[in-house]
C-alpha cells in the first residue's frame, strides 16, 4: 500500500432520514441492534461499559460466505444527535455515523476509514496477501454503506 493509495483507503456516504436527530442517534449507537441494518455484522454486544460512551468496548460478530469472525471495537465519539464513532480493534478501522439537522429531517452520514495500523497489521497477519485482503475490506464498506443507510433509514421511517 502506498501513501498515494491511502486517500483511496476513506469512504462516506449520506442519506436523508425522516426523524430527529436523537432518535436516528439512538438507533445508530444501540450496537446490540447492528445485525439489523448491517450486511456483515450479524450480532454485537457490550464488554466493558454500559452503553454508548467514548471508552466502552463492545465485540461484533461479522460474516460472509465461506468466513465468520469476531472483532472488539473502542468507542471513540458518542455524542446524541449529533455523531457516533467506534475504532475496530482501538486502532484499525474507524466507523462513524454523523447527523445534521435538515428541514426533512436528519442528513445521517457513515464514514469508513482504514487507519495507517490497521494497513500495517493487515500486512503483517496476511504478508504478500495483505493489499489484496484490504482491497477486499474496501470494497465490502464501498458496498455495505449504502445497504447500511438504507436498512437504518427503513427501520427509522417504518417504526
Not at 436527530?21 to 450480532?43: H, K, M, N
Not at 465519539?77 to 457516533?84: K, L, P, S, Y
Request: proline residues 5%.
Amino acid at each position: 500500500m502506498t501513501a498515494e493509495s491511502m486517500s483511496e483507503l476513506s469512504y462516506s456516504e449520506s442519506v436523508v432520514v425522516r426523524a430527529s436527530a436523537e432518535t436516528v442517534y439512538d438507533l445508530v449507537s444501540d450496537i446490540t441492534r447492528t445485525g439489523q441494518w448491517s450486511p456483515i455484522c450479524t450480532a454485537c454486544w457490550w464488554d466493558e461499559g454500559a452503553g454508548p460512551r467514548v471508552g466502552s468496548w463492545f465485540t461484533g460478530r461479522n460474516e460472509v460466505p465461506g468466513r465468520r469472525w469476531e472483532t472488539r471495537s473502542r468507542v471513540v465519539a458518542a455524542d446524541r444527535g449529533r455523531e457516533f464513532a467506534f475504532v475496530v480493534g482501538g486502532a484499525y478501522v474507524r466507523w462513524g455515523f454523523t447527523m445534521q439537522p435538515v428541514p426533512q429531517g436528519t442528513r445521517l452520514t457513515e464514514s469508513w476509514q482504514f487507519l495507517p495500523d490497521g494497513v500495517a497489521m493487515f500486512h503483517e497477519r496476511w504478508g504478500d496477501d495483505g493489499p489484496a485482503q484490504i482491497m477486499e475490506r474496501t470494497r465490502q464498506a464501498h458496498e455495505g454503506i449504502p445497504a447500511t443507510l438504507g436498512a437504518v433509514k427503513r427501520l427509522v421511517e417504518d417504526r
